[in-house]
């Protein structure tokens, strides 16, 4: 369809296979496999296939995970409150907390001072994973830095972060 209005267009030509080339090398940071998004990306989904797989036999996921830490760090977070620790964007919250609470890890209760407001409080089987998976997540991380030192990884963390600041 773009080559039959480019060529019906005389002054609109397609380029040649050489300026082609040309363009998409100034470009070549931004095009995919090259570019910083894309191999966030892929490291993002290597990490969560790696600790998906760690978390099976508990029947979890990740963002359970995620979840469990704000929680163990601050129990009684209202959904909000969790959803802004995680940076959370859309409504995949109420879902996961409703499998968790399925799952007998959290109990929901409003707040007694407002009402609107929903608290997540961990169950004793929700406190009792706190020592069980964080060791599971530090394997993963392991693995994905194995041939990383502390070192490297500081200034890599420090980057990440103010890439996430940059886009909130």
């Known amino acids: 369809m773009l080559t039959i209005w480019l060529s019906s267009h005389p002054s609109r030509q397609m380029p040649s296979s050489s300026s082609n080339a040309d363009f998409l090398q100034q470009w070549q940071y931004a095009l995919a496999p090259y570019n910083l998004g894309y191999k966030l990306k892929l490291a993002s989904q290597l990490m969560y296939r790696d600790f998906l797989e760690r978390l099976e036999p508990y029947g979890l996921t990740p963002f359970h995970y995620l979840v469990l830490c704000c929680l163990w760090e601050e129990n009684g977070l209202s959904t909000t409150g969790i959803a802004d620790k995680l940076k959370q964007l859309g409504?995949?919250?109420?879902?996961?907390?409703?499998?968790?609470?399925?799952?007998?890890?959290?109990?929901?209760?409003?707040?007694s001072n407002d009402r609107r407001v929903v608290r997540v409080w961990l169950t004793d089987e929700g406190k009792q994973l706190m020592k069980v998976l964080p060791p599971l997540g530090a394997q993963t991380i392991q693995r994905a830095t194995g041939n990383i030192s502390e070192a490297e990884q500081e200034p890599i963390l420090k980057l990440l972060d103010r890439i996430v600041e940059n886009l909130i």
């Open 91 to 111: 409504a995949t919250l109420t879902g996961v907390v409703d499998r968790m609470e399925e799952r007998n890890l959290v109990y929901r209760e409003r707040d």
